[in-house]
């Protein structure tokens, strides 16, 4: 090799022991703010978590990175559902009100305060209106790097309707109500109609299943030249057998009769089974032994036996009705 092509073997390796160096400095100088980043998310987290307030981060690009529990007190929702939602403000914050919300977090975000908290209302996830403000600022590293906006959210329904604000807001306050009528109306026609559906289920299983015995002992019982008549009845009842229940549904249309109230169930007793779960749904929804029978296709008794068992389960003492229990969750 001549001294050419040597000096150019140096001076080449000297600019990948360059550019070596260099890389190690940028991955160490990134390890360190994520690291650093890391350590202020969960200090933030071990303070938020035990907030009354309800306390917000949003990432720069506009998606939350925390959400305290809290906001379950505030909201009827969880945390996590918060944080999985398309949009909080749609999830939310009363339709009048959204825009003016998303404006804020927006310029927030973008970091153009021109005023650093807004009030809003909100719809919890029962339906029931409530005043707020949120306060934001800025939540940078200890580089200065912008890593978004904290935000914390109040209920002041309290304060103003102890300063005497709501009070004066009587048109809204009408509307307000009427809603909330027309929203119970609704939900009871919605409960109602659930409930003759499945009882009307109930008793068509319970006459089949009925007829179906008394055709197989009369078929014991006749003649040999009614046998071949009495096997197209059972066959036609066989087409006809009893309805499988879409559990599924029932239970979609107890959310809406109820919402949260299966999420709320499972969280107190979260080792009850899939058909403890079904029993405890029909019971919420003021069903009988004998109707719950007709439904699962079981004899009354058996469903008197799972109830004992889910009552042991639930740890309900004998003094007080399962169903009321249930009903209070």
Aim: include cysteine; charged fraction near 30%; aromatic fraction near 6%.
């Amino acid at each position: 090799m001549s001294g050419r092509q040597n000096e150019q073997a140096s001076n080449r390796a000297k600019e990948l022991e360059l550019k070596l160096s260099e890389l190690k400095f940028e991955f160490e100088e990134v390890k360190a703010q994520l690291h650093e980043e890391q350590e202020q998310r969960l200090f933030y987290q071990r303070i938020a978590d035990f907030t009354f307030s309800w306390e917000l981060w949003f990432h720069p690009n506009g998606k939350i990175n925390y959400c305290s529990p809290s906001c379950h007190d505030l909201t009827g929702y969880t945390a996590n559902q918060v944080m999985l939602a398309p949009s909080v403000s749609e999830l939310i914050v009363y339709n009048p009100d959204r825009e003016k919300f998303d404006t804020f977090i927006s310029g927030a975000l973008d970091q153009m305060f021109v005023k650093p908290s807004l009030e809003f209302r909100i719809l919890t996830r029962t339906r029931q209106m409530r005043w707020c403000s949120i306060n934001v600022r800025g939540v940078y590293s200890r580089q200065g790097r912008y890593l978004g906006i904290r935000a914390s959210v109040h209920d002041t329904t309290k304060l103003k309707r102890a300063l005497g604000h709501i009070n004066n807001l009587s048109e809204g306050r009408e509307i307000e109500s009427r809603n909330k009528q027309r929203l119970k109306s609704e939900l009871e026609m919605k409960e109602r109609d659930l409930i003759t559906f499945l009882l009307q289920l109930s008793q068509k299983n319970e006459l089949i299943a009925t007829v179906t015995r008394q055709l197989k002992r009369l078929k014991e019982e006749a003649p040999n030249q009614k046998s071949e008549r009495m096997q197209q009845l059972l066959k036609l009842l066989d087409k006809a057998a009893v309805t499988t229940i879409d559990w599924e549904m029932v239970e979609s249309q107890l959310e809406k009769l109820h919402p949260g109230y299966m999420d709320r169930l499972l969280q107190k007793h979260p080792r009850i089974s899939s058909n403890d779960k079904k029993l405890c749904a029909c019971l919420r929804l003021g069903l009988s032994s004998k109707e719950i029978a007709g439904l699962k296709n079981q004899s009354p008794q058996s469903v008197e036996v799972a109830r004992v068992r889910l009552r042991r389960k639930l740890k309900v003492s004998h003094e007080e009705r399962l169903a009321n229990y249930l009903s209070e969750i």
